[in-house]
């Protein structure tokens, strides 16, 4: 199992990746630190919270694609990624895809939130008014 933490500074603010690979799944966390951390400082947020952060994960073997890439597209590519911030675009991947699952589900759960509060007010309505039209 490889792992690697790397902070870098994203205007305004420091931010640190932990990145984890086992061959067959990569593990990914982005933390935002603020100011920036020292040495010790990072060691004790490591030994403190690192078994407390999501990590979002992808399964590697589901992704591998049997396709053949030009080579000279595969260099373009290559060079692309080496001039952005080096080995750290799979992790933004792993976690914009971990940033969207948690939205849809946000969503889900605040429609169905919404709905049992609609069921409530009507079931509420009709008691009231039951209530009303029974005493008369």
């Keep these: 199992m490889k792992g690697s933490f790397t902070v870098y500074y994203e205007d305004p603010f420091w931010v640190g990746v932990f990145e984890e690979d086992d061959g067959s799944n990569y593990s990914c966390c982005r933390v935002v630190f603020g100011n920036e951390p020292t040495g010790p400082e990072l060691f004790e947020f490591v030994r403190k919270s690192y078994s407390h952060l999501s990590f979002t994960s992808i399964n590697l073997e589901e992704k591998m694609e049997d396709k053949k890439i030009n080579p000279k597209r595969l260099a373009r590519q290559t060079i692309r990624q080496m001039e952005e911030t080096p080995h750290l675009n799979k992790a933004y991947e792993v976690i914009q895809k971990g940033y969207?699952?948690?939205?849809?589900?946000?969503k889900k759960d605040a429609k169905v939130k919404k709905e049992e509060e609609m069921d409530l007010k009507y079931l509420l309505r009709s008691e009231k008014r039951k209530k009303k039209h029974s005493g008369h």
């Design 100 to 106: 969207e699952s948690r939205k849809t589900e946000k």
